[in-house]
């Protein structure tokens, strides 16, 4: 049996280079890896945004892996390898969500859509305001790997109304395979953590202690152990 391949969806406004410590350390591990841009993001970011062109991107990149995919999100990206692991026909051995714990509905969603909206109408489109946030949350490495793809600052309103027609609980009820939501103690989009937890048929919550909201990119080591966990196990289970 061919050894599980990682496919690893990046978070909104970044790119594939978010994931540039993980995938080295999956490199080292032996583990092969897959790190596509979604439309709107990096090398693909003249093409539109939209979820169903994201799965496509998602579907492309898996047909490439020989062997089982573990699949591994984080924010965005988390929400659509969720989203993904319960509409494709290729169901993943695993998937790894990470701070995607909160449902994106309702005035919740509405209010962050005004505000992106609002950051989006500044003369600079809010670069600034990004910028001072990276630098406030994010350490010098994770920042320097993020500024390689760049930062698609105008794809977040798109993004945001797809959001608001995927059912996060509905897809992970529908996801036979282990579910590991992975958490930044500080993350604020832990509220409905518990909710995921339960509605997983196999679900494992793992928190990161002293990580926010960008958790690969603040503790990539504690963050990559939990990955490489992960990989191991469906190894292990698959007889890899």
Do not use: K
Not at 99 to 105: D, N, R, V
Not at 110 to 124: C, N, Q, S, T
């Amino acid at each position: 049996m061919p050894a599980p391949t990682v496919l690893l969806v990046h978070g909104v406004r970044a790119s594939r280079t978010m994931w540039l410590r993980q995938l080295a350390a999956l490199e080292v591990a032996g583990v092969p890896a897959l790190a596509p841009d979604l439309p709107g993001h990096g090398a693909r970011r003249d093409e539109d945004f939209t979820v169903a062109a994201s799965l496509d991107v998602l579907d492309d990149a898996a047909s490439d892996a020989d062997g089982p995919v573990v699949v591994a999100g984080l924010s965005m990206g988390g929400y659509l390898a969720l989203h993904w692991a319960a509409c494709t026909t290729r169901r993943p051995a695993a998937v790894l969500a990470a701070a995607c714990s909160t449902q994106p509905a309702g005035v919740g969603l509405a209010a962050y859509r005004l505000l992106a909206r609002a950051i989006g109408r500044l003369p600079d489109g809010g670069a600034r305001l990004n910028e001072l946030m990276a630098r406030r949350f994010v350490p010098a490495p994770g920042r320097a790997d993020l500024a390689v793809g760049g930062m698609a600052l105008g794809v977040m309103d798109a993004v945001l109304a797809g959001m608001a027609d995927i059912d996060t609980l509905a897809d992970i009820a529908q996801i036979d395979a282990p579910i590991w939501f992975v958490n930044g103690r500080w993350d604020h989009f832990r509220a409905h953590e518990r909710r995921f937890l339960a509605a997983a048929a196999r679900g494992r919550l793992v928190i990161v202690p002293g990580a926010t909201h960008l958790v690969s990119l603040v503790q990539p080591v504690a963050f990559n152990r939990v990955l490489l966990e992960l990989v191991a196990e469906v190894a292990h289970d698959d007889g890899a």
